[in-house]
Each structure stands twice: as C-alpha cells, then as structure tokens.
C-alpha cells in the first residue's frame, strides 16, 4: 500500500501541446522513502505556475521534509478539495507541530484544481510548501541517545526520570538513583533483576573464587543501573571498563567464559571528553587509605600466602606474565584428563624463544595431585621473580636475562581438585571417622581423574638401558619410546609432557613432591628387578649428586643432622638419595627425562606434610626459596658452545660425548649444546653424521661459577656404510612419536547426530541453565 498526493492541472493535448482542461502530478510515498512523479505540462504556462511546479520537484525530492500537521488535524476537507484548516477559524500558526515517528504509516492528501480555480489551486500549493519548509529537517533519535536524555522520539510520551537505586546486589554504589529503562534496555527494575545479567553479578564471586571481586560486580552495577542526575542517565568510563578487561579478563579465561557482552567498553561506556563517572573511584580511595596507613617501608615483593584454586592459579599467573609480560609470558602445553589446562608460566629476556647459548630449565610441580606445596611455591617463586625482576634486584635480574625458566605448577589438576576437596570435608566436625579421614587424605587426589598415577606412567626406558648397556652396538642415550607403549593406557597428562620435553632443549629440571624432605635422583628403577632398594647410578652419578646437592644444602633444614626432624633417616647422606636405593619403581619421568633427552631431573620432596595448612605456607616458602635460586643458577656450570660447519652454520643434532661417561648430548636447533659436569680435566668429542670427528682437553677448575665456553668446527666428509647404521638405533626412530596415532585416537571428539561435534557446556553453565532465564549463550566462548 503506498501514500499518493494527486494534483489536477490543465493538460495540453500530447501532440499538439495545447492545454488540455487538466494535468495530473502524482507523488508516491512509501516506508522506503521512494518517490515516483509523472507531469505533463504545457510550456505556454505563466511562469509562476512553473516555478511552483518546479519548487514542489525540489521540495518532495530532496527527501528533507517532513509532514505538517496541526493538533486539529492539519488540512481539513472541504466540499470534496483540501483547505487549510486555519481557515476554518479553528487553527492557528502557534498550534503547528512537525513530528517524526518511526512508524510505517501512509497518509493521503489530494488537491484538486480544475482550470476554473487555478489561482487558488496554486495559493495552496504555495501555503502547503510554506507550511512545510516551517518544520527544520530533523534526524532520528539513536536509542542510546534517547536513554540518556539527549534527543526524544516521541514528544507526547512521558520521558524518563531519575528513581531510586534498588537493586540488592547493587546497593553499594557511590550512588542511590538510577532511571530506567536503562542502557541495556531493562524497563524497570523487575526485567534488570530477573535478566541473566543481573544473575551473573549475583555469582561472579564464586565464579571466579573471589578474583577480581568486588570490582566486576561494581562495574557491572554501573550499567545496569547507572547514575541518574536530573533526569539524565550518566554513563559509566570508558578507561574503566578498559583497566578492568586488561586485569580481569585471564579470571573469565580461566574459567573458559567469555568476557560478558554488557560489559563492552566501546558499547555501553563513554569517553572522559563526553562525560562519564568512574564506578570503581569510592574503592580506590578506600584502598589509597588503608594502604597509607602502613608505615612507609622500601618498595618489596609482597605475595599472599594462601591456597589457590585452579581458577585463581590461572588467573595468577596470567596476571603475573601480563605485569611482566617484557620478560614473561604463559602458554598451555595441553590439558588433564578433565580439560583443565597445563599451563606454563615463562621467564626470560626474550619470552617465546630460544636464544643461542641460554640454557633452559623446567621445575614442575603437583604431579601427584596431593602433594601441593611444590604447587604454591611455584606460584608463589613465579610472584616473586616477577616483582623482584621490576624492583630492580640485581640477581634475579641476572638469573631471568641469562636463563629461560618455565615453571609448570600443576600438571595435575584434577588430582589437586580432589585432594583439595578431601582436605575441606576433613575438618566438618560431623565426620565420624577422623582417622580414616586423614588416611585417605594421604591418598586421595594422588593420581589423575583416569586413576593412573602419573610418576609410573611414563615409558620405562631404564629396562632397556639396562638390558642394552653392554653392547656398543645400541645408544644407552636418547632412547627410542618402545611402539607397543603406545598401545596401553597413556594419560593426556603424561602425553603432553612428553610432547613439551621433546621440544624444547632443556638441561635440567626439578620435579616437587611432598611426604618426605629428601632429594632423590635417578636411576629411580633398580638395576635388579628382584631387589627393591639397590643403588642404581646413571653414567652422570657425579652430576646428579651435585644437583641434589646444591638444593639440599641450600635449603633450611634439608641437608641438618638433626634426627628429631621430618626426613630423619636420610641424616647421614645431608638429604640427597639415590632413588632406587630409597624404593625401585619404573616408568617415572626423572628416569624418561635421562634416558630419552639431554635434561638431567632430581625429585624434591619438600616435607612430610603432603597437604600442609595454610599457616605453614609462608615458613616453607622461606625454607625453600634460596634452595630454589641456587638450583636455578646452577645451570650454569660445566661447558656450553657451538657446533658448526666450516661455513659458519650450526649443525642441529651433533652429538657431544665425553670420555669416561657413556651419555651423549646433542646439539640444539642452531647447534648450541650445554653439558653439566664437575670441576676437572675433561676429554669432549663432537660429531655429526657426514662429518668429521673433532676432540679437545678440556679443564674446569673448582673456583669457576660459570659455563666454560668450548665451540667446534666440523668438516664435511663422505658418509661411509656401518653396520652400526643398521644396529644403532637413528634419530628418525627417537623421532617416532605415537606412530600410530593411538593417543590421538583414545582422544577424539565426540561426535553427535548429523556429525557434528558435541560439545559439553562449561562447569558454570548450570548456574543459569537451572534459573529458568533464557540462557545466556554470550558467556560461551566458542558463540
């Protein structure tokens, strides 16, 4: 249906040009704002007849008018023709109002002219263009405009006002009136509170185990219901919203949820130049306050010591790479068994690369996932090199500038959920059975969510180390993972470790434990598989005593005499065991990481107490922090270089022997190596497949506190056949990883009807899900 104004005016005839008794000019309007005219006239026509003819072209196609119309109805009809109603007496020019509206809607005028009345036909013509250039072109009012007092769509609608803040959860604002409806679009404060916005605040606390609380809710309250001061709404600061996304956003990361749509900095906040109020103001002063009222001290690390979530541990150290993100940065290596991710935490002065001649080094923690002190430490060492690195201590400065650190806090996560809740349900007084609460607190958590036990769960290479030692014709080094590993059960735990030490060049590492206060290093499986406790060296028994040794002694009551303490059967070795001779298993990851890589891996069990309380957090961290630092320098002793070819290139996969002990190293992508080794006189050899063989005396001396650097050049020879080729196992078999993808195969999606993949909705999706709100898929990250 579309909106027509027809005029009739003379017409002249179509061939001859003489004017006819009419002409007809009709104006088509409809909601797309199209216009369609046909006219027909005759040129002899007095030149004013032309010109408003020409005027009401320009009037209707400029597309910048608007309909006139008075409060008694605008034009009244008349004797069939259209009059102006101020005619009638009953108008007048005060009562003429020009309104816009956003509704679809059609009107019809008609004018009539008939060649007797022609004078008068074009008067209203000329009133009816009057009349409407009256109106000045109008824009329509942006909805966020209108919300906010600025413009109004509807001039008769009762606009809104300011009204008391009542909100339970938002009754702490610095402000007590609101208005509504309100930026999202809530109509009164029933629609805010039942919206799932308004439950997301109500949660976000338990969520997110109280990071970033109370400022999320704060902020969120600011655009549910925002400040109103006469009559106007006043939206909440952009640079707000940004400060809080950039500090909080690694909270809803964590917890796999996307950033929440009404908290969209561009979308519902405004710029400082536009006006805006900072809902965040009233709990910074506060703060300022209390912290002033400190004594004034040098600027120190200050670290919380209490237990952390999953969530919080995330949130952690995501915020601490993101603080230091010039020397640190995170990245997940995969994920447990129940989807929780691996993540690493990373220290260097080039994070994300390797850099020619910087040793690596890895400590991990909470393999066994009730075992948590080792867990804390690393979370609390990770605060510490951070803020220490920015406070300008010259030491750890010097540690992070020369070496890269990865710190995994958790590889079990699923494990530490368990243990954890055990250890809250063990003190409900309700428990009947305390003793055999606490036993199973011992236990429980231990392993992953599949049952497997994480330490037992790698590829026993020891066996075959000790089965092939005596023939020259198989490695005793960089050993191969058996295929028929891979055809039982392999935990995503274990997979993703495996994958991460295969990467990347690490020479030595820490794995923390608890329930004991010893250090062990390998070999942890008995060189005799009938004798549990036996003493069972690697060919690196010197280096791996000196390992232990370092982290003992540096700790506080470690390596003691005193026989009353936790650990005291280890007194007369000062703390450090080897690991077979304490108790034999196989497949541990100390013993994988010796046998398959160049890393070299002790086992740090920090206390008797796996799980202890949180008042003891803060005196072990003491005791262990300066064994940390020292274990962590210590990489840097024995030699360190570069092979390379006569052209100057390095060459990736040389192998450094050293005369006396039979473990090999090879060389990095560029060619760089580090080789541990004690103070002495050293005979090093180093070769390449079609290379030549290049050996040099090497001395170390005692007094030396770094790596003595010792480069090689390798020529280029013919390759000759040797039946060790075809004995010695190469490196394109160390370089079969799951051959037959088996893991990979145990860990494919589920895939649901129509073969679409099937993905299960987050932890926190029943919070809403059971509220009976429409859902809200927006937290959802992969929406």
């Known amino acids: 249906m579309s909106n027509k104004t027809g005029m009739n005016f003379p017409q002249s005839h179509p061939h001859t040009g003489h004017v006819s008794s009419s002409c007809s000019l009709t104006l088509t309007h409809t909601h797309t704002h199209t216009r369609r005219c046909a006219v027909k006239y005759d ?53 003429t109002h020009c309104h816009i509206t956003h509704r679809r809607f059609f009107f019809v005028k008609q004018l009539s ?46 606009k809104p006002k300011c009204t008391e803040l009542n909100l339970g959860y938002c009754n702490d604002m610095e402000y007590s009136r609101t208005m509504f409806p309100n930026i999202l679009g809530h109509r009164n404060r029933m629609e805010a509170e039942s919206g799932p916005e308004y439950l997301l605040l109500s949660v976000i606390h338990a969520l997110l185990n109280g990071e970033c609380t109370p400022e999320i809710r704060l902020v969120g309250c600011s655009v549910l219901a925002s400040p109103c001061q006469n009559d106007k709404m006043i939206r909440p600061c952009r640079s707000t919203c940004e400060a809080l996304r950039k500090d909080c956003g690694h909270s809803f990361e964590a917890i796999e949820m996307a950033w929440p749509y009404f908290l969209d900095c561009d979308r519902f906040f405004a710029s400082d130049q536009e006006g805006c109020f900072d809902p965040l103001a009233g709990l910074k002063a506060r703060q300022e306050i209390a912290l002033s009222s400190l004594s004034p001290e040098e600027p120190s690390t200050i670290i919380q010591f209490t237990y952390t979530s999953n969530a919080q541990m995330y949130s952690l150290l995501k915020r601490t790479a993101a603080k230091c993100s010039h020397i640190s940065q995170v990245y997940s290596i995969g994920r447990s068994t129940e989807g929780r991710d691996l993540l690493v935490i990373e220290f260097t002065d080039n994070p994300g690369q390797h850099e020619l001649l910087e040793p690596e080094i890895k400590l991990v923690g909470n393999m066994h996932g009730n075992e948590v002190l080792g867990r804390q430490l690393l979370i609390y060492l990770a605060q510490y090199l951070c803020s220490e690195y920015i406070l300008g201590n010259q030491r750890i400065q010097t540690l992070i500038n020369t070496t890269r650190i990865h710190l995994l806090a958790s590889m079990n996560p699923d494990g530490y959920e368990l243990a954890a809740a055990e250890v809250e349900d063990s003190s409900d007084p309700e428990l009947s059975n305390q003793e055999g609460h606490l036993f199973n607190g011992w236990i429980s958590g231990r392993a992953n969510a599949q049952n497997i036990d994480l330490n037992r769960n790698f590829p026993d290479l020891t066996s075959l180390f000790y089965r092939n030692r005596r023939s020259r014709h198989y490695r005793i080094d960089h050993i191969p993972i058996p295929d028929a590993y891979w055809f039982g059960k392999v935990a995503p735990e274990t997979y993703a470790v495996m994958k991460w030490i295969r990467a990347l060049p690490f020479v030595q590492s820490a794995s923390l434990h608890g329930g004991e206060l010893v250090i062990s290093y390998p070999f942890d499986f008995s060189r005799d598989v009938h004798e549990e406790k036996m003493f069972s060296p690697t060919p690196d028994e010197q280096a791996f005593k000196q390992l232990a040794r370092t982290y003992a002694d540096a700790h506080a009551t470690m390596s003691n005499n005193d026989t009353d303490r936790c650990g005291a059967s280890f007194y007369r070795t000062r703390g450090i065991i080897n690991g077979a001779l304490w108790y034999s298993f ?36 003491k005791r262990n922090k300066e064994a940390l630092l020292s274990f962590m320098e210590s990489v840097h002793r024995g030699i360190k270089g570069v092979v390379k070819d006569t052209d100057g290139n390095g060459i990736k996969g040389a ?20 080789r541990l080794l004690n103070p002495g006189t050293h005979i090093m050899t180093a070769t390449a497949k079609g290379f030549s063989r290049v050996s040099k005396r090497v001395h170390l001396p005692h007094t030396m506190n770094k790596a ?21 196992p190469t490196v394109d078999t160390w370089d079969r990883f799951d051959p037959y993808n088996q893991f990979e195969r145990y860990s494919e999606p589920v895939v649901g009807e129509g073969g679409i993949e099937r993905e299960e909705k987050p932890w926190w999706w029943n919070y809403f899900s059971q509220s009976g709100i429409s859902p809200p898929n927006w937290l959802l990250r992969n929406v």
């Open 43 to 95: 040129r002899r026509w007095p030149w004013t007849h032309r010109a408003i003819i020409l005027a009401l072209f320009f009037f209707f196609f400029s597309g910048q008018g608007c309909s006139a119309q008075t409060k008694e109805g605008g034009l009244r009809a008349v004797g069939g023709n259209y009059h102006p109603a101020w005619r009638t007496g009953k108008v007048t020019a005060s009562n």
């Open 113 to 158: 002219l008939r060649s007797s009345n022609m004078h008068s036909g074009l008067w209203v013509l000329l009133l009816y263009l009057c009349g409407s250039s009256w109106c000045a072109p109008q824009q329509t009012c942006h909805p966020g405009d209108e919300l906010l007092g600025r413009c109004s769509n509807n001039d008769f609608e009762e």
């Open 586 to 621: 196989a497949g541990g990851m100390s013993d994988f990481n010796y046998l398959h890589t160049n890393c070299l891996e002790i086992t740090v069990e920090l206390g008797c107490d796996k799980f202890p309380s949180e008042a003891e957090l803060y005196p072990e961290w």
């Open 655 to 674: 192998t450094i022997s050293i005369r006396g002990i039979r473990k090999d190293v090879t060389t990095a992508e560029d060619g760089d190596y580090w």
């Open 708 to 728: 003595g650097r010792v480069d090689f050049v390798l020529e280029k020879v013919p390759v000759e056949p040797d039946i060790d080729d075809h004995l010695f």
